[in-house]
């Protein structure tokens, strides 16, 4: 079986198309990218002792809420723990331990909601499926990025386009299930995790299997590598892991990844509560799930659009972008809030959710930019930590920015307000870290090419 | 000739398997956002 998942035995032959690549990659990204539709299970959960309403000793919104931030805390250190790993066994063995890990999950967490016992549900879902989480969403970059050197933002951007959309997949699939699962004496949600638990490790298992790698000094027909340009960010040198994290370029990246994903998760976690107290009596619940459902395509598209247009602008230009529009668009938020323009409100918010989604995706071809091809899984990895990082900083900044609003007298409509601000300000922090991205000293790197030195520009 | 023969079976097999394997996530996504859409929908009624 180990034979059967080393590198050895998947390079690829001469007449192997890479268009086979992506789908695999979306595969395991549809399948892990289900964690952003976690909160359908939230209310069942609720009641699985009275299965029609809450009893004494049913679980809490707050102790189920911590099962999501399990798995993203163990996301983030997964990716940077076993990044190394999975940058040298290859994406099959990777794909396929992803896949073992998020399928259990499920079967852990199902039988913790079986038997009642929360602390199962935190290790199934939450530690063991966030491995399969932080593993999943790095194993593919890699190999996406050596199938296509000269298209890596669209590459990846597919791939992570999947992370956005595995929650559109899972939601209404999940709701089917729940309801075809349910009865007087169940709420059906220990079956629908057993049954996406097989189908998410048949499908992961079948994108592992589909991975292979390109032959020694394959480039695509017709493709030659750019000449490096003195200062230009893309080099052709390698950094590991080990030496990215010891220069200044990694922590200007991962704060701009952090202050991006903190604005935005600091977005989605209130969305649907926001649009309806800032428009009070015009929007009702089930509008306000339209509005969120809508932030979810937008943020979907963003990764695929935004990545693909860095390959042609470069990626410090498009997050530059990014953290120039960002501001002006959180700052325009309390305005549209004043003017009742539910127009201006829910525009503001899908752009700004096209570049939360934009950020993730373009994020490993900026990496594979600054710090070379060979190692850019290993470095993604540990360049998560600043999602897991994000994950509480998000939520935290805005639900308690709220409620000191509140508590201070400050209409609820208008509590916003601040977080806005204070998110348009994190954003303009990201520019600046973004600006000081320069090309990384080669001391760093592994070794030098004589082939690889830059010319004059 | 049946290298050329050969290297449009290769071909053929190729395109079907890049076609099913894009077709295997695009259908489930393609409903996805369907289904979204849909949700969507109630915001602008």
Not at chain 1, 100 to 117: D, E, M, P
Not at chain 1, 323 to 338: D, E, I, K
């Amino acid at each position: 079986m180990a034979g059967l998942l080393g590198r050895e035995r998947i390079i690829a032959s001469a007449t192997f198309n890479r268009w086979l690549i992506p789908p695999c990659a979306l595969a395991t990204h549809l399948c892990i990218g289900q964690a952003y539709a976690l909160s359908v299970f939230s209310l069942p959960l609720t009641r699985q002792l009275g299965v029609t309403q809450s009893v004494p000793g049913d679980w809490t919104l707050v102790d189920l809420g911590w099962i999501f931030s399990i798995a993203i805390l163990m996301l983030g250190l997964s990716a940077a723990l076993f990044g190394t790993w999975v940058q040298s066994q290859g994406p099959r063995k990777a794909g396929f331990v992803a896949a073992l890990c998020w399928g259990s999950g499920f079967f852990i967490g199902a039988l913790g909601v079986h038997l009642h016992q929360l602390w199962l549900v935190y290790f199934g879902y939450g530690a063991i499926g966030g491995i399969g989480l932080g593993i999943g969403y790095i194993t593919p970059v890699s190999t996406l990025i050596s199938w296509f050197p000269d298209r890596r933002g669209m590459a990846t951007g597919l791939a992570i386009m999947g992370f956005g959309g595995g929650a559109l997949v899972a939601s209404p699939l999940s709701d089917v299930l729940m309801r075809y699962f349910a009865s007087p004496t169940s709420t059906g949600v220990v079956q629908t995790w057993l049954v996406l638990g097989i189908a998410y490790l048949l499908f992961m298992t079948g994108g592992a299997f589909g991975y292979r790698l390109p032959p020694a000094g394959w480039s695509p027909a017709g493709w030659t590598p750019p000449q490096r340009k003195a200062g230009s960010l893309i080099t052709t040198r390698q950094v590991t892991a080990q030496q990215a994290i010891k220069t200044p370029q990694f922590w200007f990246l991962w704060v701009v990844l952090c202050f991006n994903v903190t604005a935005g998760i600091g977005v989605i976690s209130q969305a649907s509560a926001m649009i309806q107290e800032v428009f009070r009596g015009r929007i009702n619940a089930s509008a306000a799930a339209g509005f969120v459902g809508l932030l979810s395509l937008f943020n979907m598209g963003g990764r695929f659009l935004w990545a693909s247009l860095s390959d042609k602008i470069g990626r410090k230009a498009t997050y530059a972008i990014f953290f120039t529009l960002g501001p002006l668009l959180y700052a325009l938020v309390p305005a549209s809030g004043r003017i009742g323009s539910i127009a201006l409100f829910v525009s503001a918010f899908c752009i700004i959710l096209t570049m939360y989604g934009g950020g993730f995706a373009t994020i490993p071809a900026y990496l594979s930019d600054v710090f070379g091809t060979k190692y850019v899984s290993a470095v993604h990895g540990r360049l998560l930590t600043a999602w897991a990082a994000a994950g509480v900083l998000g939520p935290v900044l805005v639900n308690y920015i709220r409620q000191s609003q509140i508590d201070n007298g400050v209409p609820k409509y208008q509590a916003y307000n601040v977080t806005m601000y204070i998110m348009a300000g994190l954003l303009l922090v990201a520019f600046f870290s973004n600006l000081l991205v320069k090309p990384v000293h080669e001391r760093f790197a592994e070794e030098t090419e004589p082939s690889a030195r830059p010319v004059a520009a | 000739m049946t290298n050329i023969a050969e290297i449009q079976k290769g071909a053929m097999v190729n395109a079907l398997l890049v076609g099913a394997a894009w077709a295997a996530v695009g259908i489930p996504l393609l409903w996805g956002v369907i289904q979204t859409l849909f949700k969507a929908a109630a915001l602008f009624r």
